[in-house]
């Protein structure tokens, strides 16, 4: 490639990242206005007799649907800035395969296959939620009313974090580049599958985590927010998210029995590496043990 069109290509890339990291953040920002809507709403209801008057009926498929809205709202707010990097990888090594005339399936493709999972994970809480309400287990405020759940919960996001499965999902989502080596799809189906993987890998990190919603209230947005730049150093800064899990256990444990004992507060190992576009080693700096790129 000669230095005019790497030039060019440079310029390409770095349109098309701008171009997608305002996307992102304007996505972003639309879910955590609607979560501050909600939790403005929620805060002046009376939510106590609403609730009450809630378990002494079924819930209907609209109650059902504003939920499951809700919980996917908070999943792309709070998951799609971890899943930046990756996607921006995927969109550079799109971009420099067209400059090489081939074509690979869009980055949307990909980005939705993410967040598929994620709404498949919402269904699942969803169905918890409606299972926990039903066992009158949680507060109108949405947050667990049983020490033992609450002390549960706690309990098994603590231990997850010391298990070979969440290592191993981790691992993938710090290395993008690694990722992509490793799970490298053709196609357009094969954009969307790696997005899947890709989410079911960051699910595999996180769903012990995002069970503790229900531990400091699913609509508490401090409680929102430190979930996710929790998720967010885990992948990004290790050692941040050490120290910062280290720091905050201490006020997790008072947090659950404060909010379990009734408080109402308003607030609301080695793998094979599969072929992969030659633009990959370009756009990364990645480098096959083998040799290969």
């Not at 809480?125 to 609450?150: E, F, K, Y």
């Not at 720091?247 to 094979?272: I, L, N, Q, Y």
């Amino acid at each position: 490639m000669s230095s005019a069109s790497a030039t060019r290509l440079e310029s390409v890339l770095r349109r098309d990242r701008a171009t997608l990291l305002v996307a992102i953040v304007a996505v972003t920002a639309l879910c955590w206005v609607y979560l501050f809507r909600a939790a403005g709403q929620m805060a002046s209801m009376d939510l106590d007799a609403g609730m009450d008057v809630m378990r002494l009926r079924p819930w209907t498929a609209l109650d059902l649907s504003l939920l499951l809205l809700m919980w996917v709202v908070m999943m792309v707010g709070m998951m799609l800035p971890s899943a930046t990097p990756m996607i921006l990888l995927y969109a550079q090594v799109h971009r420099k395969a067209e400059t090489e005339g081939r074509t690979l399936a869009p980055t949307g493709l990909f980005a939705l296959g993410y967040l598929a999972v994620w709404g498949g994970f919402s269904v699942a809480a969803t169905a918890a939620q409606w299972g926990l309400d039903r066992l009158a287990l949680l507060s109108p405020r949405m947050v667990a009313t049983s020490p033992v759940l609450g002390a549960g919960l706690l309990a098994a996001a603590g231990l997850y974090q010391l298990t070979a499965w969440k290592d191993a999902c981790l691992r993938y989502c710090r290395a993008p580049a690694h990722f992509l080596a490793n799970h490298w799809r053709a196609g357009r189906a094969g954009a969307f599958q790696m997005g899947v993987r890709h989410g079911a890998f960051c699910l595999g990190c996180c769903w012990v985590l995002m069970a503790l919603l229900f531990v400091g209230g699913v609509m508490n947005l401090l409680w929102i927010a430190a979930i996710a730049f929790f998720v967010l150093l885990e992948k990004a800064a290790p050692w941040a998210a050490r120290e910062v899990a280290g720091a905050a256990s201490p006020w997790w444990g008072w947090e659950s029995h404060w909010e379990s004992a009734g408080s109402d507060r308003r607030t609301g190992r080695t793998v094979a590496m599969r072929p992969v576009p030659d633009g990959l080693s370009a756009v990364a700096g990645w480098r096959d043990p083998r040799g290969r790129l």
